[in-house]
C-alpha cells in the first residue's frame, strides 16, 4: 500500500512539474488552463502525502513540507533552464523566478528542520512513559504464551501417546489377522497341492496302465507282422533261389559271353548302366543279353561315376556343372553324378584357369567375353573372373 501510494505522488508531482513547464512554453493562450491543470495535481500531491503520512511513521505535516520542498526545487530548475533556453528577451524574469522558488525551497527546509528537531523530544517522552508498560504487557504475554505453548506440547504428547497405542493396537491386530490369514491359505494350498498329487498319482498310474496295455497289444501286432514278414520273406527267398536255379538252368551260350565282355570293359574303364548295354550292343550282343549281362555282374555304378569323373577330370577341364552333365550324358543318375562329382580331388577355380587358357589357345576373346564364355560353361563368376586374369586378361 505505501509502494502503491508513493507512485502515485511521484505521477502527481511528474504532473504539477509538465503542466507547469506547459503554461510557460505554449504560450499566453493555454497559460491559465496549464496552471489550472498544473494546480488539480499539486492538490492530488498534497492529498496523497497526507495520506502517506498518517501511515508511516512520519507526520502528515513533514510529509507535506518535503514534498512541497521537491517542488520549490523542481520550479528552480526549471526556470533556470528556460532562463537559457528563452533568450535574453524573458531570462530576467526566469531568473527572479527560479530566485523565488529557491526562497521558498529555504524557508521550506527551515521549517521542516524546526520540526523534525521537536519531533523527537516529544516522541522520547511518549517512548519513555509506555516503555515500562509495554514491557510489562510484553512479559505477561510472554508468559502466557509460553504457558499456552506448554499445554499444547503436552496435549500433543499425550495425543501423540495415545495415537502410538492405538497405532500399535491395530498393527498388532492386523498381523494376528494376516498371520491366520496366512496359515489358513497355507493350510488350502497344502490340501490343494495333497489332492492334486493324489490325483496326479491315479492319472499316472491309469495312463501307465493304458500305456502298458497299449505297448503289449502293439508289442504283440508287432511280433505278428514279423512273423508275416518273415514267412514272406522265406517264400520270397524261396521263389528267387528256384527262380535263379530255372534262369540258371535257362543261361544261353551268348549270355555268358556278354557276362564275360562285361566284366572284362569294367576290368580297364568305368561305364555307367546304359553305357555298358550300348557298348556291349556295339560288341553285337542283343540288347537282351547285355541287358541279363548288366543286371548279372557285380558293381558299385556309384562308384563307377567317380572313377568316370576323375578320368574326364585328369584329361580336360569342367565346371562342376558341366562335369555333372557330362555324366548324366553317359547315363550315370543323377544323384549318382553329383555324388561322383563331390568325391573327387578337384580345384574348380584352376579347372576355371585351364579352360581360360584351352579357350584362348584356339579362338581369342576380350575379358568380358571370356568371363561370360566361363560362366555359361558352368563356373562361378568369381571363379571365371580369377580365371581370367590369371591368363592375361
Request: overall charge negative.
Amino acid at each position: 500500500m505505501d509502494s502503491f501510494l508513493f507512485i502515485l505522488m511521484l505521477a502527481a508531482l511528474a504532473g504539477m512539474i509538465f503542466f507547469a513547464v506547459l503554461a510557460f512554453v505554449k504560450g499566453r493562450e493555454n497559460r491559465l488552463r496549464n496552471f489550472a491543470k498544473s494546480g488539480g495535481f499539486l492538490f492530488a500531491l498534497l492529498a496523497l502525502s497526507m495520506i502517506f503520512g498518517s501511515t508511516g511513521d512520519d507526520s502528515p505535516w513533514e510529509t507535506i513540507l518535503l514534498i512541497l520542498m521537491l517542488a520549490a526545487l523542481a520550479g528552480m530548475v526549471v526556470f533556470v533552464v528556460l532562463a537559457f533556453v528563452k533568450g535574453k528577451g524573458s531570462r530576467g524574469r526566469n531568473f527572479a523566478k527560479s530566485g523565488g522558488f529557491l526562497f521558498a525551497f529555504v524557508v521550506l527546509a527551515v521549517i521542516l528542520g524546526s520540526i523534525a528537531e521537536e519531533a523527537p523530544v516529544a516522541d522520547e517522552v511518549a517512548v519513555e512513559a509506555s516503555a515500562e508498560d509495554k514491557e510489562a504487557e510484553e512479559q505477561a504475554q510472554k508468559e502466557k504464551e509460553e504457558q499456552e505453548a506448554k499445554e499444547a506440547e503436552e496435549q500433543a504428547q499425550k495425543e501423540k501417546e495415545e495415537q502410538e497405542d492405538k497405532e500399535a493396537e491395530e498393527q498388532a491386530q492386523k498381523e494376528k489377522e494376516e498371520q491366520e490369514a496366512k496359515e489358513a491359505e497355507e493350510q488350502a494350498q497344502k490340501e490343494k497341492e495333497e489332492q492334486e498329487a493324489k490325483e496326479a498319482e491315479e492319472q499316472a498310474q491309469k495312463e501307465k496302465e493304458e500305456q502298458e496295455d497299449k505297448e503289449a497289444e502293439e508289442q504283440a501286432q508287432k511280433e505278428k507282422e514279423e512273423q508275416e514278414a518273415k514267412e514272406a520273406e522265406e517264400q520270397a527267398q524261396k521263389e528267387e533261389q528256384e527262380a535263379k536255379e530255372a534262369e540258371e538252368n535257362s543261361v544261353t551260350g551268348p549270355q555268358e559271353q556278354a557276362v564275360r565282355t562285361a566284366q572284362s570293359y569294367l576290368d580297364y574303364t568305368a561305364f555307367s548302366k546304359t553305357g555298358l548295354i550300348e557298348q556291349l550292343e556295339y560288341e553285337g550282343f542283343s540288347q537282351g543279353d547285355a541287358t541279363y549281362a548288366v543286371d548279372n555282374i557285380t558293381v558299385d555304378w556309384r562308384e563307377q561315376a567317380v572313377i568316370a569323373a576323375q578320368d574326364y577330370i585328369d584329361y580336360t577341364a569342367f565346371s562342376r556343372e558341366g562335369l555333372i552333365d557330362q555324366l548324366q550324358y553317359e547315363g550315370y543318375s543323377t544323384e549318382d553324378a553329383a555324388y561322383a562329382v563331390d568325391n573327387i580331388t578337384v580345384d574348380w577355380r584352376e579347372q576355371a584357369v585351364i579352360a581360360a587358357q584351352d579357350y584362348l589357345d584356339y579362338t581369342s576373346f576380350s575379358r568380358q567375353g571370356l568371363i561370360d564364355q566361363l560362366v555359361y560353361e558352368g563356373y562361378s563368376t568369381e571363379d571365371a573372373t580369377y580365371a581370367a586374369g590369371q591368363v592375361g586378361l
